[in-house]
Nanobody, 128 residues
Framework: QVQLVESGGGLVQAGGSLRLSCAAS????????MGWFRQAPGKEREFVAA????????YYADSVKGRFTISRDNAKSTVYLQMNGLKPEDTAVYFC?????????????????????WGQGTQVTVSS
């Protein structure tokens, strides 16, 4: 069983920055493919970013490319999402997720069903 706990959400003005963290339990964090998703009110959960087991591969949704950066620290069992240039349309609950695999195919990483464990989410609100 893996437990994921997100933190770092909050209220920020447009153009501002936030850094989300996701701390994972368990001794095998370095073997997990990690992803960030978000869900706005009335919308489906959507892919934001993902990172492979050693950080050598990172992947982003087009809507956040160039503004968000995903990274991980396997020694701390933590994955991060640095969000810069925030826009009101980035407002959502952000979830981290883990897949019991060191890598996922490009199509698979975009879908929620490819991930085995989920955090409880952290709210990000961007005011205009």
């Amino acid at each position: 069983q893996v437990q994921l706990v997100e933190s770092g959400g909050g209220l920020v003005q447009a153009g501002g920055s936030l850094r989300l963290s996701c701390a994972a339990s368990g001794p095998t964090f370095s073997r997990y493919f990690m992803g960030w998703f978000r869900q706005a009110p009335g919308k489906e959960r959507e892919f934001v970013a993902a990172i492979n087991w050693n950080g050598g591969g990172t992947y982003y949704a087009d809507s956040v490319k160039g503004r968000f950066t995903i990274s991980r620290d396997n020694a701390k069992s933590t994955v991060y999402l640095q969000m810069n240039g925030l826009k009101p349309e980035d407002t959502a609950v952000y979830f981290c997720a883990s897949a019991n695999s060191i890598r996922l195919p490009m199509g698979a990483m975009l879908t929620t069903r490819s991930y085995d464990y989920w955090g409880q989410g952290t709210q990000v609100t961007v005011s205009s």
